[in-house]
């Protein structure tokens, strides 16, 4: 999720719970009794290549599925067998997309569909709000603090309201709970977390940030 290359996340260092997903690209199994969202109209082979496209991690932050992440915005199977996986991007220019990219066609051929294609959806822009309740829980079990709402209140319609005030969130530590939290970069080891300290516990996290 948007990290530069050779960067390696806090969360990719921190242990993983027994059948999380490993390294980036694999796909990650999914606890009985939740799916992912799945887009309407089905046959069953888009059903069949929307679960291994919707299963494909994250890069980054590989506890989270494209489909958690909500990344993967669609899944389609033409009358020849042809797939076209549709993804968005976190933010415009984000290093991660070629690697997501790789292990869609990677993953969807290796399940059998021989001709892959993966379009860039740039509208609407990826927000925040889209990291399922499933991809929020898994920040919060590996140690990272999950976004908060943006959308609440807004409207697609501009202007953006911009400040060069520093960016107040009201969050809690992922590891204790406690609200006694202080920033100490906007800036962690991908652009899209920033770096905290619970000043409870003395523990540092990332926190992924609003988009």
Known sequence: MGAYGGSRSLASLAPRPAGEAGEAGETAPRPAGETA?????????????????????????????????????????????????????????????AAMRDDLVRVLRGAGFAEVRVDVALDPPWSSDWITERGRRALETHGLSAPGPVREGATDAGPVALTLAPTRRTLRCPRCGSAETEVLSEFGPTPCTAVYRCTACAEPFEHVKEI
Do not use: K
């Open 37 to 97: 969202p799945r887009p309407a109209g089905e046959t069953p082979a888009r059903s069949r290549a929307y679960d291994v496209a919707a299963a494909v991690t994250d890069p980054e932050m590989p506890m989270l599925t494209l489909a958690d992440l909500g990344v993967l915005r669609d899944v389609r199977v033409d009358g020849d067998g042809a797939v076209t996986a549709t993804i968005t991007p976190t933010y415009s220019g984000c290093p991660a997309m």
